[in-house]
């Protein structure tokens, strides 16, 4: 790092506001409350993402950002229009959207403390080699419509990957949806990035894992991130009456449907054939008490760090389904899929992290993350880096999620200083991509 931009990183003029941030955290978190449980819901392209979209750009334009949204949905805010594609971009963000009953801090964060340094560099007049953008993805976790990293992944020009018609687990079309949100399906080419027009890419994610607060680091530096595949799949079977149709000859889609809830448990805690495997939607048609289940869609969520166990995985569990299928009567059929394979963080970006906390006087450590990122999908396009702060209690996805305010400004200081370091290299010399 220059001795320029170290000694204004000094400066409280280029600090975090960490009052503003705090600030922004706790109204975000208003967006999709449930006051019953605690928990916040904002399924991507529902109305409340739709509400915690307007309001991050509310924020951004306040600050005398600029803000638009690409026909894939994601919100870009620059410090000026003209800027774009001047420079290569230094890009930091994350995600608004949760899952259901989710927590505050999952995604929001890092779009809050992106916007943070945004905002802090525009108030900077430094003149950096990078121009610096935060990015809200869209639909990363894929509540409502099956398709998680769906604003990354055109981003990152993976358009090959995703449905033309996608819809959602009751049927619905995005096309509707996504024009809410200011997006267009037929124009979803325009949302991707040339490459070499993202220098790095840096996201600042809480943990949502039981390592750093374990382990007392403040900061942890993320080594590589998890691949995961996600099957969307319908069992058809044969509605009846439960109290006259005989047990031989049922096609029940719900006894099917308990069978892979179990084969992919054992897949992966028994055979260990992937790391860890889940079936966490499961929706049952008519969902009656007397009546013999006709329809049940439901995901199979597997990861690993290793795309050859994935995809192998995914074989074994295809088999089974097959299997499922002729013990059952039933029809099985995977209506949507979606794969993001395991990446590596830029050894560059990683250093450039350490160095940043070791400034700060943080403790930190590397570790893997076994949650996906969006960065996952900008990796395709440019070296990333990823900074986790610690989960209290090391739980995440459920209304208890929560670090400490201590280190969610910790966190924003860091990806601010790792940030001014970026954006003062010249992307020639970086050297991120190792
Ligand atoms: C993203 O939230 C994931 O499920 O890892
Ligand atoms: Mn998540
Ligand atoms: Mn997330």
Do not use: K
Request: with cysteine; proline share 5%; glycine share 10%.
């Amino acid at each position: 790092m220059s001795d320029q931009v170290l000694e204004r990183a000094a400066q409280p003029a280029l600090d975090i506001d960490p009052a503003r941030l705090l600030r922004r955290i706790a109204e975000l978190a208003r967006i999709g409350a449930d006051t019953t449980t605690g928990g916040i819901t904002r399924e991507g392209f529902g109305a409340a993402d739709r509400t915690a979209r307007a309001y991050l750009m509310d924020e951004a334009r306040a600050a005398g950002l600029t803000t638009a949204v690409d026909a894939a949905g994601n919100v870009v805010i620059r410090r000026a229009a003209a800027e774009a594609g001047e420079r290569p971009a230094l890009m930091m963000g994350s995600h608004l959207d949760t899952v259901v009953n989710g927590g505050r801090l999952d995604g929001a964060y890092g779009v809050l403390a992106a916007l943070e340094v945004l905002q802090t560099f525009a108030a900077s007049g430094l003149e950096p080699h990078c121009d610096p953008v935060a990015v809200a993805f869209a639909n990363e976790e894929g509540a409502l419509f099956p398709q998680p990293f769906w604003g990354s992944m055109a981003i990152a020009g993976r358009l090959a990957g995703l449905p033309r018609e996608p819809r959602d687990h009751h049927g619905r079309p995005l096309r509707e949806a996504l024009r809410r949100a200011g997006g267009d399906l037929d124009a979803l080419g325009t949302a991707c990035w040339p490459h070499g027009s993202v220098a790095a890419y840096l996201e600042l994610h809480v943990e949502q894992g039981p390592v750093l607060e374990r382990s007392g680091s403040r900061i942890g530096v993320v080594s590589a991130i998890t691949g995961r595949t996600v099957l969307t799949l319908e069992v058809r079977g044969a509605a009846g009456h439960s109290g006259t149709s005989p047990m031989a000859g049922r096609r029940d889609a719900l006894a099917a449907a308990a069978r892979i809830v179990l084969a992919a448990e054992h897949l992966a805690a028994e055979r260990r054939l992937c790391r860890v495997a889940t079936v966490g939607h499961i929706d049952t048609r008519p969902n009656t008490p007397n009546t013999i289940a006709g329809t049940v869609r439901m995901t199979v969520d597997l990861r690993d760090t290793d795309l050859w166990r994935l995809a192998g995985a995914e074989e074994v569990l295809r088999r089974l389904l097959r299997t499922i299928e002729n013990s059952t009567g039933t029809e099985i059929e995977v209506v949507a899929e979606t794969r993001s394979d395991p990446v590596s963080t830029s050894r560059g970006l990683r250093t450039a992290i350490e160095d940043s906390a070791d400034a700060l006087d943080l403790p930190h450590e590397v570790l893997p993350s076994g949650a996906g990122h969006d960065a996952q999908m900008i990796a395709d396009l440019a070296p990333i880096g990823m900074i986790f702060v610690p989960s209290l209690g090391g739980i995440s996805h459920v209304p208890q999620e929560d670090t400490s305010d201590e280190d969610l400004v910790a966190g924003a200081r860091v990806l601010l200083r790792t940030a001014l370091h970026v954006a003062d290299t010249d992307p020639a010399d970086a050297g991120y991509r190792a």
